[in-house]
């Protein structure tokens, strides 16, 4: 069994960044991609950044693509997401999630997922 555990969350102003953090503990990361999603306040969860096994693949949603950028550290077990320009439009908790295979853009692939981490971006 995996278990996913963020951080790196907080209170920021407009215009700051941040970097997100999701340690794996129980398995090895490196069998699985990882993918970053959000959920705001009243709205449904939607996909953030996907990273394949070996990195090599990345996927973005467009309302976070050329400010945020997924990355992955296997010796560490660590996938980190670093978010810079931050929008109040960003406030939402965030999740890491890991599935085996892909790169995949759906919550529903991902099995292994974390209890989020708070991100509020005042303006």
């Known amino acids: 069994q995996v278990q996913l555990v963020e951080s790196g969350g907080g209170l920021v102003q407009a215009g700051d960044s941040l970097r997100l953090s999701c340690v794996a503990s129980?398995?090895?990361?490196?069998?699985?991609?990882a993918g970053w999603f959000r959920q705001a306040p009243g709205k449904e969860r939607e996909f953030v950044a996907a990273?394949?096994?070996?990195?090599?693949?990345?996927n973005y949603a467009d309302s976070v693509k050329g400010r945020f950028t997924i990355s992955r550290d296997n010796a560490a077990n660590t996938v980190y997401l670093q978010m810079n320009s931050l929008k109040p439009e960003d406030t939402a908790v965030y999740y890491c999630?890991?599935?085996?295979?892909?790169?995949?853009?759906?919550?529903?692939?991902?099995?292994?997922r974390g209890q989020g981490t708070q991100v509020t971006v005042s303006s």
């Open positions: 999630a890991l599935v085996p295979f892909g790169a995949p853009m759906a919550w529903k692939d991902y099995p292994y």
């Open positions: 990273i394949s096994r070996g990195g090599g693949t990345t």
């Open positions: 129980g398995r090895t990361l490196s069998s699985y991609a």
